[in-house]
């Protein structure tokens, strides 16, 4: 399973990827935004920036919403850098677009995914990545998990290339149920990856062990 971070702040790309576990990250305009990122030439050197803290992946949006302007775009995103997947939208143009991108040998991350029937888009396409927004689904009294199990399942059918990648998950029993069911990616915020870290009786027991380890050793002083 790949852990993607789902943010376009620099400091925490640096602190998952200093962790060891990562393996990408995701952005959206929402999220450059978010950032304080404007500006073609800001948001150009931005993705930049992000590619040269992680080893790949890294998936950089189109605004556009066109197939001429998608694919022009998409090409001047994957030009960047190596390491970028170019993000585009689950609409008509997108699914043509994704097509054509692919088969120049651009990696593609087909987003804003929220039916089993637009997956099946996606992978048709030749799209590298689906991203199923669990978290929006779940939001709206739709279940998130579901549409993950129900992709996977589909795409396991028909052996489609596309990996699933988890999207919107906000919290960590989302990380750990698309574990369970075999997501091949979760993109996710810091707190959600850290989260992982955290159980009381991990805390409890090392306290334990410490103090039982000073009263022998009084010279000792551990760095927490
Ligand atoms: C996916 O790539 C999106 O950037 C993201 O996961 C959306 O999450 P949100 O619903 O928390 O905005």
Redesign the pocket.
């Known amino acids: 399973m790949k852990f993607f971070i ?1 943010t376009a702040n620099l400091d925490e790309i640096r602190e998952a990827y200093e962790l060891g576990v990562l393996d990408g990250v ?3 305009p ?2 450059m935004a978010k950032e304080g990122v404007t500006g073609k030439d800001n948001i150009f050197k931005h993705y930049r920036a992000i590619c040269e803290i992680v080893d790949d992946n890294v ?1 950089a949006e189109v605004v556009a919403t066109t197939f001429d302007e998608i694919i022009a775009e998409g090409e001047e995103l994957a030009e960047i850098h190596e390491k970028i997947v170019v ?1 585009v939208p689950m609409i008509r143009d997108g699914v043509k677009a994704i097509k054509y991108l692919s088969q120049k040998g651009i990696r593609t ?1 087909c ?1 804003l995914v929220f039916s089993a029937g637009q997956a099946i888009l996606a992978a048709k396409a030749g799209a590298s990545y689906v ?1 199923p ?1 669990m ?2 689904l779940d939001d709206i009294g739709s279940d998130g998990l579901d549409l993950i199990e129900q992709i996977m399942q589909i795409y396991r059918n028909y052996g489609f290339a596309t990996e699933v ?1 988890a ?4 919290h960590v029993m989302h990380l750990i149920r698309c574990a369970e069911i075999g997501a091949d990616v979760v ?3 810091l707190n959600v990856i850290t989260g992982l870290l955290k159980h009381p009786l991990t805390d409890s027991g090392l306290e334990k062990f410490l103090s039982d380890y000073r009263k022998g050793n009084p010279e000792y002083k551990e760095a927490l």
């Open positions: 789902d995701t952005t959206n929402s999220l998936s993000k991350n987003t991203s927004f978290g929006r990648l999207a919107s998950v906000r993109t996710c915020p």
